[in-house]
């Protein structure tokens, strides 16, 4: 599961898909769950500015966000991706 996390805790579903108009090369766009709103890099680091983060139940989600995020090339911190410690898989 991949939760959008505010800084005071309240959490939020998302969802990633490569079933979107807005995905390119197969990169997938993460989408708010209750709608089919897209939430973009740009708008993420700006969140992440504030103290949000995404958290995840599998290194394999934290991937697949952090490309349809273009993580790297934005220069997000990884401390706002954060793979929660009791679902990690061996």
């Known amino acids: 599961?991949?939760?959008?996390?505010?800084?005071d805790g309240r959490r939020e579903r998302l969802r990633w898909t490569?079933?979107?108009p807005l995905s390119s090369f197969g990169l997938g766009v993460v989408?708010?769950?209750?709608?089919s709103i897209p939430l973009d890099g740009a708008t993420f680091a700006y969140l992440?500015?504030?103290g949000w983060r995404i958290e995840f139940d599998t290194d394999l989600e934290r991937?697949?966000?952090?490309?349809a995020?273009?993580?790297?090339?934005r220069g997000l911190p990884t401390?706002?991706?954060?793979v929660r410690q009791a679902?990690?898989?061996a």
């Open 87 to 89: 679902a990690r898989q």
């Open 31 to 35: 989408l708010r769950a209750k709608s």
């Open 48 to 50: 992440a500015r504030d």
């Open 63 to 67: 991937r697949r966000v952090a490309g």
């Open 79 to 82: 401390n706002a991706l954060l």
């Open 1 to 7: 599961m991949i939760r959008l996390v505010s800084p």
């Open 69 to 73: 995020l273009a993580w790297a090339a």
């Open 18 to 20: 490569d079933k979107h």
